[in-house]
């Protein structure tokens, strides 16, 4: 299965400047996802991190593998409408710096999934050199989502 921007957007409430999956290339709902996210020098927090030798920060880098899961359990029927948030990360590692042009692959597998509670394995890459991988939790939640959740329907 594949997404476009456009199915991504319907799948979960995140929007500009915070959306940062371009594209789901491969995903078994409820199991495995992989997304990209072409990383732009246009990025809005590259104005700050660092303006002479602009970082993607890492903090993103584990946002962006958490919206991939978002979406990989999204797609599930049972969990459609719900808001998913960090509920921790472990054995965070950083590898390799993402800059402008790179095209981050962001690679998750659902290791858990048992309401309200999941766990998921990451990784990203560039170029098939590992940037940063972890191990997420995350909570589902029936938090109503306001006007992107009235964008869906």
Request: a neutral charge.
């Amino acid at each position: 299965m594949e997404l476009d921007i456009d199915a991504i957007k319907r799948t979960i409430p995140h929007r500009f400047p915070f959306l940062l999956v371009d594209k789901i290339i491969e995903c078994e709902p409820g199991q495995m996802a992989v997304g990209l996210k072409a990383v732009s020098g246009n990025e809005p927090f590259f104005q700050g991190h660092f303006p002479d030798y602009p970082l993607m920060p890492g903090v993103l880098i584990l946002e962006a593998l958490a919206q991939v899961a978002a979406i990989c359990v999204q797609l599930l029927p049972e969990y459609q409408g719900k808001l998913g948030v960090f509920a921790g990360l472990d054995n965070v590692r950083f590898k390799r710096q993402v800059r402008p042009g790179d095209l981050l692959r962001l690679e998750i597998k659902i290791t858990k999934l048992r309401m309200p509670l999941g766990t998921a394995s990451a990784e990203a890459t560039v170029d098939g050199q590992l940037a940063a991988r972890a191990d997420l939790m995350f909570a589902l939640t029936d938090i109503q989502m306001g006007a992107a959740a009235q964008e869906k329907k």
